[in-house]
């Protein structure tokens, strides 16, 4: 298993990250301090991937589209298309808190053992489910992860055969890749290159082309090629961003690596998401 995590202060708001990656699981455990996330203006990526996600909120408050919030601890398992590739007519929603934390879990459909989608409501987890995602909370690491996990399987919830899929060692050539990765996104480069990465791991761009490759499809990443995921990644740190109290569509602009307000417009264009001033009416946060 590999991990990062990132940091970043927006004015009166945080972000912090932790990125697990497994061969048949990814993790993100996230505390937003002061910002929203509304699914409906999440940029979709190019490709499908054949992946669900469980998503549990921690702490803070989620609310389904045209549902009251609720406080956490609850859980939903969510589609493809109400996560990653927000379709016309898919069911949305908000998270937000001071802080939100979230603990999202992107899984094989076939390692799931309960129904997919927000129409099914909040799961009915156990007390050994909370504990090991609130231990997971307090120590972000590897080892309070697979414990999650374990537990999410003796709960019915996942196979219990996945956790078994955990390496106990990665190969050189994705340690080479992922030392080169991990500061990148302990920084939250947005606008990373490959020739970037080849430098910070010494490679050349044909040998760094080989062995991402073999990385990115060991670990299902980037689904459109990496300059799509580079894409996505910013536009949703661009739209997270703007929902900051005291944000300006141009701070966010220089924050996330578009070149000015209008290279960020011409990005919300293309992604087919509206205005970065519409997006951000939408989704300020507000203490009420």
Known sequence: MLS???????????????????RRFR???????????????????KKAMPFVHLYASLRGAFAVSGAAPGEGPQAYILAETEFDRVQAGSRTFRSFGAPAVIV????????LRAP????????????????????LEAAADEVHLRALIVALGEAGILSRDLVGSVAVAEPDRFLRVWTAMK???????TSASLKQIATLAGLSLRQLGRDLGDFTKTFGLFGGGFRDAMRVLRLRAAVLLLSSPDASPSDVARAVGYGSLDAMGRAFR???????????SAVRYRAD
Not at 104 to 111: Q, S, T, Y
Request: proline share 10%; charged share 20%.
């Open 4 to 22: 990062a995590t990132s940091t970043r202060q927006f004015g009166p708001s945080t972000l912090t990250s932790t990125i697990f990656l497994e």
């Open 27 to 45: 993790a993100h455990l996230v505390s937003r301090d002061r910002l929203l996330y509304d699914s409906a203006y999440a940029p979709p990526a």
């Open 104 to 111: 999202e879990l992107r899984v094989g459909a076939a390692d």
């Open 116 to 135: 997919i989608g927000l129409q099914h409501g909040p799961l009915a987890l156990p007390d050994a489910v909370w504990r090991a995602y609130g231990e």
């Open 183 to 189: 500061p990148l996104y302990e920084d939250l480069a």
């Open 270 to 280: 293309d992604a087919q998401l509206p205005a970065p001033s519409v997006v951000q």
